[in-house]
């Protein structure tokens, strides 16, 4: 009798085995048809893409890093979060934040489940978590503990994408697989930007008096953005660029590097519409530090350039010649212009006042306004203002400077701190530059390095932060440059 029993069971769990696929399946077509009937269209449709990315980001989590890639571009489109005690601020947690988490998850039960090893350390990871960690401990001293903790949330998040870069990111196939993600998030970007100039969406729906969700595409100040802000859209065209660049130069075939040329020029005259100036600059400053890494191939660039430089002109004259205007205007050009329907430029007629709106200017008030904060404080020197504590005492929306991110937030330590992080990284890079194998993976390196100097050495010098709103512009390029870092310290173990 006992065996009659357990062959019974074992049928049972067999049939069972057999049916769970069916019963999940209706199950799921009854949630799905209550959901559709009970929730608005917008809704059911987020909440259905949301449980797709659960399954398949869990099958796959390195999946969910290139799908969190994908999704980096998108700011405008966001949940927004009003605080009571500071109305003006808002709060904003953005699309590639959800499946970042899921990500985040499923990499933690891969972990656990495999009991995986910890990951390689690289130079900087004792600089930055001690970064983060002090950022959180100052919300003891932070001017609102409410506005803190919600950046908090931004800082650990965006601190956790870098800790992910580095697990996906350890081999040169790997490496390659990133770039080419990157440059595709770059095509979507320089899409959007482009498709504004003609095209516009907005949508929201207040699911409180402090919480909106927002979905946005089309211009900011009648200047292209797509996805997102001017800025930002700009920063990470200039990262692709640079990693189309570095595709190119490790192609061997002619129809590969034709392609790889289109998709850069594309994107260069892409961040061009934006009118970004800080943009801009980072982009030349990269290219100078491109030339003069390489210099055996100083002619190939400079013909590279030239022709760039040239059908981006042809296509702006063609296509939307008033940019050239904007450029000019934007750096303070003021006499007469000759692509624009007005004849002189509006800065010539403005006031004082108005001009200290935008650019330099307004950031040198700003800034101002901070360090009186901490000059009539002087704790606050050592200490810093803590985490939110700029965007309170500026009513800015970030510091607009990665490294006055470092002095503002943290105090002089912060400034001790960016300047060693910034020694460690420039010796890093220039030892393997110099010194490491020629290899596929080679040229990706010196290309994400390129990007990272680009639009957090130069780009960052006037704009982005850390830990709020612009985060991810400088994590993402820190954290593709040190996992290049480590797949060449794996390659070069002789070094």
Known sequence: ?????????????????????????????????????????????????????????????????YITLLLVPVDMTQLSVILPDISTYHVLYFPYYAPLIITLAAWLFSKLET???????TPVNGILLFMV??????????????????????????????????????????????????????????????????????????????????????????????????????????TSIFLTIGMFMLSKKFAKKFILFLIGSYQLVAMIVTASRGSLIGFIGGLVLLISIHPSNQNKFVKYSFLSFFLLFVIILVAKPSYIDRILVGFGYSGELYFSDVQQSSISSTSSSSTDTTGLAYRKKIWKKAFKEMVNRPYKLVLG???????????????????????????????????????????????????????????????????????????????YDFYSYTARMFWLPMAFSVAALNVMMSENPEL
């Open 133 to 238: 960690t002090y950022m959180l401990v100052s919300l003891l001293w932070a001017p609102h503990f409410d506005l803190g903790s919600h950046l908090a949330v931004s800082l650990l998040l965006n601190f956790f994408l870098y800790l992910l870069s580095r697990d996906v990111i350890i081999d040169e196939s790997t490496l390659k697989r990133a770039a080419a993600v990157w440059i595709f998030m770059g095509m979507i970007t320089a899409t959007g930007v482009i498709v504004s100039q003609w095209e516009t969406y907005k949508w929201t729906d207040k699911l409180s008096r402090a919480i909106t969700i927002v979905v946005n595409f089309g211009e900011i100040t009648n200047r292209p953005s797509g996805f997102g802000s001017t800025n930002n859209m700009g920063g990470l065209l200039v």
């Open 1 to 65: 009798m006992p065996f009659l029993h357990l062959d019974h069971r074992s049928r049972f769990n067999a049939a069972m085995e057999k049916a769970a696929p069916i019963i999940l399946c209706w199950v799921a077509g009854i949630t799905l048809g209550i959901s559709y009937l009970a929730m608005s269209t917008v809704y059911f449709w987020g909440l259905l893409i949301f449980f797709l990315l659960v399954v398949v980001i869990f099958r796959n989590y390195r999946l969910g890093y």
């Open 115 to 121: 009991r995986e090893p910890r990951d390689r350390t």
């Open 385 to 463: 203002l803590g985490i939110g504590g700029f965007i309170t005492y500026s009513e800015a929306i970030y510091t607009h400077s990665v490294p006055f991110s470092f002095f503002f937030d943290m105090g002089l330590a912060g400034a001790l701190l960016f300047i060693f992080l910034a020694l460690i990284l420039f010796n890093n890079f220039r030892y393997y530059l110099k010194r490491a194998k020629h290899t596929e993976a080679y040229y990706l390196f010196w290309a994400a390095v390129v990007a990272f100097v680009a639009e957090v050495g130069v780009h960052g010098i006037i704009d």
